[in-house]
């Protein structure tokens, strides 16, 4: 499979990139930027074609790993999948429920593969947990806590990411928890409460419609010392916490390329294809209209 890479960012020069350099399966055919020189210096360092349209880019191969702002990426995958190509995209999906609907209807009409990465659900030892989890019954409440020091910390390549200052945590670390937490509790039949802490840090609560509730802790303004993710299940089975994995990003990408691989030879859906993204992003734009009081 021919794949190009939309995106030259730091989260494409650090995890896409070199995941899709390092697949055997996937031919990394080249990469298209917002910005030509950026997108000529990362292809030289992989040794791609660099493009300066995107739609030479997607006429050339049969998906597209996409790095970009998620307003941006949401309009590029509508185009890829009306071009045929085969998705590999990041969370959050959309900045809007519109924008994410859009594109779930487009790869169900173009009849492509998506795949949208969520780091936890491409790491082997947290998959198994969260697949042993989810036939478990009898879960009464789950918490989950992802905090990271992105601007309260020194250095982080993400610090300036416009998206992130506009939409905060809830929008960054946020779908990592729901991934973890929809596929064992069921999903968000509703946001409960939704208040603000520190920073930008957010509290939820959330109905699942398993019966069980969740509470979650966000943030990307923690103490650096503070900062790190937990997730704690409690009911009739007793007490369990989601394991740490010792992979990183990249390699978690490259068994996401898998999976579209294996999604796009078969014909079924991965569990984080574009349709989950899009669910996930109705779950954060409830919780945004609660914290700003709209319900």
């Not at 947290?126 to 250095?155: H, K, M, Y």
């Not at 905060?168 to 999903?187: F, I, M, N, Q, R």
């Not at 039949?189 to 939704?194: F, G, I, L």
């Not at 992979?247 to 991965?270: C, F, Q």
Request: hydrophobic share 50%; glycine share 10%; charged share 20%.
């Amino acid at each position: 499979m021919r794949i190009g890479l939309l995106g030259t960012g730091p989260w494409a020069r650090m995890a896409h990139a070199p995941a899709l350099s390092r697949h055997g399966e996937l031919d990394f055919a080249g990469v298209w930027g917002r910005r030509p020189a950026a997108a000529e210096e990362l292809a030289d360092t992989f040794g791609v074609r660099a493009y300066d349209d995107v739609e030479m880019l997607l006429a050339d191969v049969d998906a597209v790993a996409v790095a970009l702002p998620p307003a941006v990426q949401a309009d590029l995958a509508v185009r890829a999948a009306r071009a045929g190509c085969h998705l590999l995209l990041d969370k959050p999906l959309a900045p809007t429920v519109e924008q994410a609907r859009a594109v779930a209807e487009a790869v169900e009409k173009a009849g492509v593969a998506s795949v949208v990465f969520f780091t936890t659900r491409f790491q082997p030892e947290t998959e198994a947990w969260i697949s042993e989890q989810a036939v478990v019954e009898g879960w009464f409440t789950g918490r989950a806590q992802w905090l990271g020091a992105v601007f309260s910390g020194d250095g982080s390549p993400f610090a300036a990411s416009p998206w992130r200052r506009e939409k905060g945590a809830l929008w960054d670390v946020g779908p990592h928890a729901l991934s973890v937490l929809l596929p064992v509790l069921g999903d968000a039949s509703r946001v409960a409460a939704a208040v603000r802490g520190p920073g930008d840090t957010v509290h939820l609560v959330l109905e699942h419609a398993g019966g069980a509730s969740s509470t979650l802790t966000l943030s990307l303004t923690a103490p650096p010392a503070a900062a790190g993710a937990a997730v704690e299940l409690r009911g009739t089975a007793g007490v369990t916490v989601l394991p740490e994995s010792p992979e990183g990003v990249v390699d978690a990408l490259i068994r996401a390329g898998d999976a579209l691989l294996s999604a796009s030879r078969t014909g079924h859906r991965h569990a984080c294809d574009a349709t989950f993204g899009l669910r996930v992003t109705e779950i954060l734009a409830a919780a945004e209209g609660r914290l700003n009081g709209d319900a």
